[in-house]
């Protein structure tokens, strides 16, 4: 039972950190939205999950394991979530300045992503309700 729960949470846990990162690269387009030569970025959300989730990293923790080619070489990480395949977006339409944010394309999937955020806390919310129900009636 505790493996199941914890393989619940653990899923939960990988997509809502996928989704906090998504939220951050979507700001930061928003931000350099008339930052010449800027190319917007997003991640694949369902690519990043399923490397996420397919043992990518070090085991339970969804952490990538680096490889450092030196001894002295410092252990560095680049704030990314366990399988974020962090990629540039499609230009949708010109720019003089080469910069490829759209903003309406960059607002509608920050509401989504953030509603999506939501409904990940709602379906952990829920799931530790059922523990602690099931846990009371015993």
Partial sequence: ???RIDSELGF???ALS????????????????????????????KAS???AMG??????SGQLDLVRTAPRHLPAGN???AGAQLKYRGETQSSVDGNTVDMDVER??????AVQYEAGITFINQLLRQVQSAMQSQ
């Fill in 79 to 81: 704030g990314a979530p």
């Fill in 18 to 45: 996928l989704r906090a990162y998504r939220q951050e690269v979507l700001a930061s387009n928003i931000a350099n939205a008339d930052t010449p030569h800027y190319k917007a970025r997003d991640i694949d959300f």
């Fill in 12 to 14: 939960h846990q990988r």
């Fill in 55 to 60: 043992g990518k990293g070090g085991g339970m």
């Fill in 49 to 51: 999950l399923q490397g």
């Fill in 108 to 113: 509608a999937a920050f509401a989504e992503n």
């Fill in 1 to 3: 039972m505790i493996n």
